[in-house]
């Protein structure tokens, strides 16, 4: 491009050539053309760098890394590449909808501080159905730590943010890193420390600008619980948390990763921790105990029931499809 484009996309990928060229053809459709898109590639892969090279378009930029460092080092390096002022993710198993960047810029422009985070809304889909996500924005002077991990119901999707939705300064991407290692929750881990900074705010765009793919048949990083390293990056963040959203956090997320162990040690470890470092709400406890003794599939067909009858009534284009657990995984 001869001149510096207005946003730079950074799309990490790795062995899903198919998947890279759709998230890319989906950057490069946006209505607001003054673009780049980087994609990152985490390590040598031919059939990916051949099936970019067709795509024809003097926009798209290929980054091959020597070797593999997985997706958050990957976002961090294409951050640091990037030559726009605005900077928006993109996971490669994702998709843009055509104006998504054109009413994030809209919406920047509304922002009171100098460095805003922008997301949206975004379209949950899996093969059963599709749902809105989040279902409700952050209220004025509403913890953000609480917007995120507090429940009003059984199941999740009130408070959300996921990568493909954000859209941030290129400047605060460098001075505010992904955390490379954290498998689970890279998305929150990074919008909670991100929104710590005196000059930054969180936006919504409350359309849904994204198609969040879930449940497709491919392998899922999301297969495994690391609820063990959660907990670490948990107790080593605890300052991110308010009481309240530290206690649901542990009793609603990080439970479902460790509930398939079955385990009254680990139930007892998690309660305890909750407890003595958080503040549970009565939802809290229903929440914890129906995770911890309900086998995911009831749950499942449940939360389907549940939420997908009181969506159908006030929507009939939405339905449940969301997560027990929220955020995107590394799946490279």
Known sequence: MSTPPDVSVVIPTLNRPELAVRAVRSALDQTHRELEVIVVVDGPDPATEAALAQVGDDRLRVLVLAERGKAPNARNQGALAARGKWTALLDDDDEWLPTKIEAQ??????????????ATRMISRTPRADNVMPRRLPAPGEPLSEYFTVRRGLFYGDGFIQTSTIMAP????????????????????????????????LLYADEPLVLWHQDEDRDRISLQNPWEEQLAW?????ELFTPRAYAAYTMSVLSSMAAPTRSGKVFRELLS???????????????????????????????????????SASSPASSSAET?????????
């Open 105 to 118: 810029l809209r919406l920047a422009a509304t922002a009171t501080r100098p460095s805003p985070v922008v």
């Open 324 to 332: 027990e657990s929220p955020g995107k995984v590394d799946a490279r």
């Open 273 to 311: 921790e909750a407890r003595t470092h958080g503040r549970p709400g009565p939802l809290d406890y229903v929440t914890f105990l129906q995770i911890w003794t309900l086998p995911p599939a009831l749950r499942a067909r449940l939360r389907d029931l549940i939420v997908g009858r009181r969506a």
């Open 234 to 238: 948990q107790r080593a963040n605890r």
């Open 170 to 201: 290129t400047e605060l991407l460098r001075r505010v890193p992904f955390t490379v290692g954290l498998r689970r929750q890279q998305e929150l881990d990074w919008a909670l420390r991100a929104v710590r900074e005196k000059d930054v705010e």
